[in-house]
């Protein structure tokens, strides 16, 4: 049975998550949109058009995440949020680069699989590490 202080516990951990998501699809919609000109009409690799993709979604990411969980951009949040982000970024290319080449599924469907594993991670990550947003009782 959820009691008060759990229900007010699990509201918390989900909130934002909302606006969060908002800026996930925004980042992944830019992503698609890089690779797929990237790729299919500039003819570039696959590889490097992802890692410019994610690059310009981490800078989307930090401002957006930023206004979520009402924290300006300061020293401190940059810093944990380049360390966090360089992780999921190593994590997420990596990935990309293991499916395209190993496993040789097509880009679109490598950036799907990564988009499916990485955005709830990172909202918890942004959340708790980042912006620092602890539970208050």
Do not use: W
Request: glycine share 2%.
């Amino acid at each position: 049975m959820i009691n008060h202080k759990m229900f007010k516990k699990i509201f918390h951990i989900s909130r934002g998550m909302d606006k969060y998501f908002l800026i996930a699809v925004l980042g992944i919609c830019v992503i698609y949109a890089v690779n797929f000109i990237g790729v299919e009409i500039f003819n570039f690799k696959p590889q490097p058009t992802y890692l410019f993709a994610t690059a310009i979604n981490c800078v989307i990411s930090y401002f957006g995440n930023a206004r979520i969980f009402k924290q300006r951009a300061n020293k401190n949040n940059l810093f944990k949020f380049i360390l966090s982000t360089a992780i999921f970024f190593f994590l997420n290319n990596f990935i990309f680069y293991i499916l395209i080449k190993h496993i040789n599924i097509h880009y679109l469907i490598a950036v799907t699989i990564n988009m499916a594993i990485f955005p709830a991670t990172k909202f918890f990550s942004y959340k708790y590490l980042v912006f620092n947003e602890l539970y208050e009782q």
